[in-house]
């Protein structure tokens, strides 16, 4: 009997060992992801260039809600550019916490139009998270559509490419279909045809007072994971329309189980985007706001003119 005691007590041993690692583990990644936030707040606050304010104020939207995080992007909807301050909106419409109505209401006021429709969006969202939620629940972080349907951005949406092995024209496709629908439940998003012309797209463009946007994309890995998991990462670009000038990159990445084969690997890679194209609203904001504040303009700059004609 005693052997068997020795047996049972370290079968314990190891159980409370693997306990202890996986707490251990669980403490890293919460650390991590704190450092994280940190690094974008003061990068929010303190970064002499607008791009990477920018940048910091798209990526917080995809952060965990926190006082520390609403407070921050609350400050910066008083920034000096006009990109700042639409990524910081549309990051606070996904954090949904009703105390930054406030400080939204007053940007829905900004000189610029693009701050303004980020604002105001915001404020539509952040005032029915307030009628139906307690306001220390965040909202689903999937944007709405607008509740008139009135489109804001004109998106074009490429085939991705990928140098992975095994990924034939048909995955390609249906990853592009994939994107074009977490495009489409984008508020204010019209999808444009696939192989528009350059002058078609800019008479749309110019006619309907839009922002033009490109998502070019690309399939980077594909992994088995221990277990039968298939993990897969892609890259986004986020590019004007029709010209293709970068705005912004977003990458993503899915780990699934339960399947196998082609289907497994699909779900894996629609995953993957999906996940990349969380930030899409902020990033077409922030570009928005960008072209229009450049020199020469771009879509918003194109709308104000149009604005003024009338």
Do not use: C
Request: proline share 5%; aromatic share 2%; no cysteine.
């Amino acid at each position: 009997m005693a052997p068997v005691r020795r047996s049972g007590t370290a079968r314990l041993g190891r159980l409370l060992s693997l306990s202890a690692l996986a707490a251990l583990l669980a403490v890293g990644v919460t650390a991590y992801a704190d450092a994280r936030t940190d690094y974008l707040i003061r990068a929010l606050r303190t970064s002499q260039m607008f791009r990477v304010r920018t940048q910091a104020a798209i990526s917080l939207g995809g952060a965990e809600t926190s006082p520390e995080v609403v407070e921050a992007l609350t400050g910066a909807l008083g920034d000096d550019h006009p990109a700042v301050r639409a990524a910081a909106a549309a990051a606070l419409e996904r954090h949904g916490d009703p105390d930054a109505l406030p400080a939204l209401r007053e940007a829905a006021r900004d000189r610029e139009a693009v701050v303004r429709s980020a604002a105001t969006r915001a404020v539509r969202a952040l005032e029915r998270v307030a009628r139906t939620r307690p306001r220390s629940t965040p909202t689903d972080p999937r944007p709405s559509r607008p509740s008139g349907g009135q489109a804001q951005y004109y998106v074009a949406v490429g085939t991705p490419g990928t140098k992975v092995r095994g990924i034939d024209r048909e995955a390609l496709r249906s990853a592009r279909a994939a994107i074009e629908r977490s495009a489409q439940e984008i508020g204010g998003v019209r999808i444009a045809p696939d192989g528009e012309r350059p002058g078609a797209a800019q008479r749309v463009i110019s006619e309907d007072g839009l922002v033009g946007f490109f998502i070019d994309s690309s399939i980077v890995a594909v992994e088995e994971r221990p277990g039968g998991a298939l993990r897969a990462q892609v890259s986004v670009i986020l590019q004007s329309y029709p010209d293709r000038n970068i705005r912004s990159m977003l990458s993503g990445a899915a780990t699934v189980t339960g399947g196998s084969g082609a289907t497994l690997r699909q779900q894996a890679i629609e995953g993957a985007f999906r996940g990349a194209l969380r930030s899409l609203p902020q990033a077409m904001a922030a570009g928005a706001a960008a072209a229009g504040a450049g020199p020469g303009g771009g879509g918003s700059s194109r709308r104000s003119r149009r604005g003024r004609r009338r």
